[in-house]
């Protein structure tokens, strides 16, 4: 071989090895992708990403992939105000709120009807509770989905609806009800016929009240009402809610004697300590099903502040159980605010 064949070579050689290194490197981008991946394969645009078809042709998504990348709106709302009395409150918030996420993205989209329904004791039987969170709500949402309904004590609380899609609230309550109440067949059937999205859970008044309350006891009731509508309503979601406080009669050792003159027993209202346990009990449940709760009890100031705050803003009825219209309407509006905050960190998210 002469010096000039010897040159010829090398040169040769010098030139694949450039090739093998050029095409090793225009795969390398590519190499983890399947080979299904490569008609619409997507290269990070901080690294030079585009879209590729199958020739390597640069296209914009389609329409699908456009959908994909749906962004939500944050929505606005009037911030409640809470009396200046009230001491002790905690933030307006719900403990777990990223568990409705699924129902968050169904309002996001606005393209279907969103059920939402409350059921409960006393304080939703009065209607004026559901029906200011219902208020609250169709302000930032719309009430597009729902008719004029005209709702008081003597009506149900069970909204129209219009066919349009938004959200639609309504709400059962029984008075003296307890959790267990609404396990039973006959409210399982009304809770079906309603078709929830979401059911917002508000007992915990009536158990405080029960002698010889049981944390274990009560969260039994809790899964099997839970069970029981998940079984009838499966892709149902769950929002629970704490009670907002009671007082208790209690003997205040002194005695009195009656027109007949017999002897009598003086009472006094105390606050149900039993309360604290209940809605403790109802917090942890959600945690650790993961499950929202909207935790009033601790909103409105907790055990050592909830009931006198109620109380001293003039805003609890004389028998210290059930509470004004002014004192419902407040726990409904602070109820949708909660919601609606939640709301707006799953859009900021």
């Known amino acids: 071989m002469n010096k000039k064949q010897l040159l010829t070579m090398i040169g040769f050689a010098a030139v694949m090895i450039l ?11 590519d190499d983890d992708l399947l080979p299904g991946d490569y008609e619409t394969a997507y290269h990070d645009k901080e690294h030079g990403r585009e879209t590729a078809d199958a020739e390597g042709l640069f296209t914009e998504p389609n329409e699908d992939e456009a959908a994909r990348t749906f962004t939500a709106s944050a929505v606005e709302f009037t911030p409640v105000d809470i009396p200046v009395s009230f001491r002790g409150t905690g933030d307006n918030k719900l403990i777990g709120g990223e568990n409705l996420n699924d129902i968050f993205n169904l309002i996001a989209h606005g393209d279907s009807v969103v059920r939402i329904l409350q059921i409960g004791d006393s304080h939703v039987r009065g209607h004026y509770f559901p029906v200011a969170v219902r208020q609250t709500l169709e302000e930032s949402f719309g009430s597009q989905a729902t008719g004029d309904d005209k709702i008081t004590y003597h009506t149900d609380c069970i909204a129209s609806e219009t066919g349009e899609s938004g959200i639609v609230y309504s709400a059962i309550g029984i008075n003296g009800a307890r959790a267990s109440r609404f396990a ?8 079906a016929a309603q078709r929830p999205n979401i059911v917002i859970v508000s007992f915990g008044t009536n158990e405080s009240h029960t002698k010889g309350y049981d944390e274990e006891t009560h969260s039994g009731t809790i899964d099997t009402l839970l069970t029981r509508i998940s079984e009838v309503c499966p892709d149902v979601q769950f929002l629970l809610t704490t009670p907002p406080g009671s007082f208790i009669s209690q003997r205040s050792g002194r005695t009195y004697r009656d027109r007949r003159g017999r002897r009598r027993y003086s009472y006094v209202k105390r606050q149900n300590t039993v309360t604290s346990r209940v809605a403790a009990n109802i917090v942890n449940y959600g945690k650790e099903h993961h499950i929202a709760v909207w935790d009033m009890y ?12 109620w109380r001293g803003a003039g805003l609890m009825n004389n028998d210290r159980i059930h509470y004004t219209i002014n004192g419902y309407r407040l726990q409904g509006h602070l109820l949708g605010e909660a919601f609606l905050k939640a709301y707006n960190e799953y859009v900021e998210h």
């Open 19 to 29: 090739v093998g290194t050029s095409s090793y490197k225009m795969m390398s981008d």
């Open 298 to 309: 601790s909103i409105a100031g907790g055990e050592q502040f909830a009931c006198t705050n």
């Open 184 to 191: 039973e067949d006959d409210m399982i059937e009304k809770i």
